[in-house]
């Protein structure tokens, strides 16, 4: 059972370039998200979907976009790289449901750096 | 709106030595708190959680009491070991959708 696997797990950048973080989940979770993980900062919510076809802006979308074309992928993409978007980025799925019912299940996470 | 405030770290610790991490949490609704951990190179992952006032989440040897007078789900374990190194991260719920988490406690414990 892979769970949530994301790739690549490391890459850099050039300031302008721009990039695909791959996303996918094995375990028929309706609800998918993605978050960026900066140091001291916890974690911020950039998109998120709650079903194929499907997605809407967390707290920090400008710079990204996704798409949720199937429920196991949900890849995010990154237009014209900037330094401050040098981050971790975690994918993560769930089955939904109200509040206490909703436990995310987390990828290992991409180690993305913008030169 | 919504969010949640725990202890900055990081917290240094020996074997068998007791672990407390604060957090404490503003929201406009009625929600479920969480604690997920992160341990090196991984992902977060659920620790345990608590959905009501007074409700007591344990895991592993960690509880957190869910405390609605004082807004705080503070994390506690009695006797840690050096596999309980990790990031702790505090996070609350009030939709069916979204959590929103603290910035996370570093937590490194000597044998």
């Known amino acids: 059972n892979a769970g949530v696997t994301q790739t690549p797990k490391f890459r850099i950048l050039k300031i302008g370039q721009s990039m695909t973080l791959q996303c996918t989940q094995d375990?028929?979770?309706?609800?998918m998200y993605w978050y960026r993980q900066d140091p001291g900062m916890g974690l911020k919510l950039i998109y998120y979907s709650v079903g194929a076809g499907i997605t809407d802006k967390g707290e920090v979308p400008n710079g990204y976009n996704v798409s949720r074309s199937t429920t196991e992928d949900f890849p995010l993409r990154l237009e014209l790289a900037a330094p401050s978007q040098t981050s971790v980025y975690f994918c993560?799925?769930?089955?939904?449901?109200?509040?206490?019912?909703?436990?995310?299940?987390f990828g290992a996470g991409s180690r993305l750096t913008v030169l | 709106g919504d969010s949640v405030t725990q202890m900055e770290g990081p917290v240094t610790l020996s074997e068998e030595a007791f672990l407390t991490i604060n957090c404490t949490y503003t929201?406009?609704?009625?929600?479920?708190l969480f604690w997920y951990v992160q341990y090196p190179g991984e992902g977060l992952q659920l620790l345990l959680k608590?959905?009501?006032?007074?409700d007591k989440g344990s895991n592993k040897g960690f509880e957190a009491t869910y405390r609605k007078e004082t807004t705080s789900f503070h994390l506690e374990k009695g006797s840690v070991q050096v596999s309980d190194s990790a990031v702790y991260f505090c996070a609350l719920s009030v939709n069916d959708y979204k959590l929103s988490f603290g910035a996370g406690t570093t937590v490194t414990v000597r044998a």
């Open positions: 608590a959905t009501k006032a007074d």
């Open positions: 929201a406009t609704g009625y929600p479920s």
């Open positions: 375990m028929n979770h309706n609800y």
């Open positions: 993560a799925s769930s089955f939904g449901g109200m509040r206490g019912a909703n436990v995310l299940t």
